[in-house]
């Protein structure tokens, strides 16, 4: 497996994103960022791509890259993670120990099978998650819950509640209004 890693800088503000990819340079791919992506697509006459490695040995040396940098913190990195973003094959899980896992989950395997919430419970839950909203600079949008905002961004929900936080390099503008 022969691929290789590459590093895009954005002229425009000097910020840059580290990435692998298995393929040759030529075959046309860009990235997967979702930072990355979104200014890409914005400006891709800004953009100027340079290969740092080409060989077998690339996801690993992404995931080196990064976290020498420790591109997740640099405020002029467009990189989320210090983690390479392409998996290798020997940590891909099958299909069919995906569903197996699926199946030890499903109804009695399922730690809240069988579990019922009081109505005392189920209010208090329902007060406690609309309790804030949340707005996203980089979207220009607000949303109702943290879950939302995480999947319009691509990122987890955990990873928006660091940022959001501050325990955590707030990339895209993260901030908790309390509701009236």
């Given at each position: 497996?022969?691929?290789?890693?590459?590093?895009?800088?954005?002229?425009?503000?000097?910020?840059?994103?580290?990435?692998?990819?298995?393929?040759?340079?030529?075959?046309?791919?860009?990235?997967s960022g979702t930072w990355f992506s979104n200014a890409y697509k914005a400006r891709p006459e800004s953009f100027v791509r340079q290969i740092l490695y080409i060989g077998?040995?690339?996801v690993?040396?992404?995931?080196?890259?990064l976290q020498e940098l420790n591109a997740r913190l640099?405020?002029?990195?467009?990189?989320?993670?210090?983690?390479?973003?392409?998996?290798?094959?020997?940590?891909?899980?099958s299909e069919e120990r995906k569903k197996k896992w699926?199946?030890?989950?499903?109804?009695k395997g399922n730690a809240m099978y069988g579990k019922n919430h009081s109505e005392e419970s189920k209010r208090k839950i329902s007060i406690n998650k609309t309790k804030h909203i949340y707005f996203c600079e980089h979207t220009s949008k607000?949303?109702?819950?943290?879950?939302?905002?995480?999947?319009?961004?691509?990122?987890?929900?955990?990873?928006?509640?660091?940022?959001?936080?501050?325990?955590?390099?707030n990339?895209?503008?993260i901030t908790k209004v309390e509701k009236k």
């Open positions: 497996m022969s691929g290789f890693v590459y590093k895009w800088t954005d002229s425009s503000n000097g910020m840059y994103y580290i990435g692998s990819h298995k393929g040759t340079p030529d075959d046309g791919y860009i990235g077998e040995h690339f690993e040396l992404e995931g080196f890259i640099d405020d002029k990195s467009y990189n989320l993670t210090n983690r390479a973003s392409e998996i290798p094959e020997s940590k891909k899980y699926s199946k030890e989950r499903a109804g607000k949303y109702n819950s943290i879950g939302d905002l995480a999947l319009d961004l691509g990122i987890s929900k955990s990873y928006a509640y660091t940022m959001c936080n501050g325990h955590d390099r990339k895209y503008g």
